[in-house]
């Protein structure tokens, strides 16, 4: 178990890194968040802050369980972004989305981290290559193999 645990907070810091570089890319280099991009900031505290719970409460499977559908639900949202970059005219600008995330609490009180203020084909910067939702995608897939080998491992511990 003392390793799963260590996984865990492994996972844990990984996802609020990721989510410390997307606000470094929005604040220093002028990158405004897609309603896209804002979701997956979400998936990434929903991924941190489920593997730290579960890292310091040995709750090492139920907050596994509960980062592994954050990275799901991340991997499908870091889908559709891909798919817009993929298929130029096919856009999710400024519409309901959008405007629906700019209401929540979270994104009224901590602005400067939840506010969509961006379009979603617009996010072809890149870093060594890839886009960064190319990076979110990948980021998403090794968290969740990470999530995926901690909920095997603690199985068979049983």
Same mark, same amino acid.
């Given at each position: +178990? /003392?390793? *799963?645990? *260590?996984?865990?907070?492994?996972i *844990?810091?990984?996802?609020?890194?990721?989510?410390?570089?997307?606000?470094? =890319?929005?604040?220093?280099?002028?990158?405004?968040p897609c309603?896209?991009?804002?979701?997956?900031r979400?998936?990434?505290?929903?991924i941190?802050?489920a593997?730290? !719970?579960?890292a310091?409460s040995?709750? !090492?499977r139920?907050?596994? +369980?509960?980062a &592994?559908?954050a990275?799901?639900?991340?991997?499908?949202?870091?889908?559709?972004?891909?798919?817009?970059?993929?298929?130029?005219?096919? *856009?999710?600008? !400024?519409?309901?989305?959008?405007t +629906? &995330?700019?209401?929540?609490p979270t994104? %009224? =009180?901590?602005? $400067?981290?939840f506010?969509?203020?961006?379009?979603?084909?617009?996010? %072809?910067?890149?870093?060594?290559?890839?886009?960064? /939702?190319?990076w979110?995608?990948? $980021?998403?897939?090794?968290? %969740?193999?990470?999530?995926?080998w901690v =909920?095997?491992? %603690?199985?068979?511990?049983r």
């Open positions: +178990m /003392p390793r *799963s645990r *260590s996984v865990l907070f492994a *844990s810091f990984v996802s609020f890194a990721l989510v410390g570089v997307a606000l470094y =890319l929005q604040h220093a280099h002028d990158m405004l309603p896209l991009c804002v979701i997956q979400y998936a990434f505290l929903g941190g802050f593997a730290l !719970i579960g310091l040995h709750k !090492i139920g907050g596994a +369980m509960i &592994l559908l990275a799901l639900g991340g991997l499908g949202t870091v889908g559709k972004h891909l798919y817009v970059l993929a298929n130029p005219g096919f *856009s999710c600008g !400024i519409d309901p989305m959008e +629906m &995330l700019n209401k929540i994104a %009224t =009180l901590l602005p $400067w981290l506010q969509a203020d961006g379009l979603c084909e617009n996010a %072809t910067d890149g870093l060594f290559g890839l886009s960064i /939702p190319q979110s995608a990948l $980021w998403f897939v090794l968290l %969740t193999i990470g999530l995926v =909920l095997v491992s %603690t199985r068979r511990a």
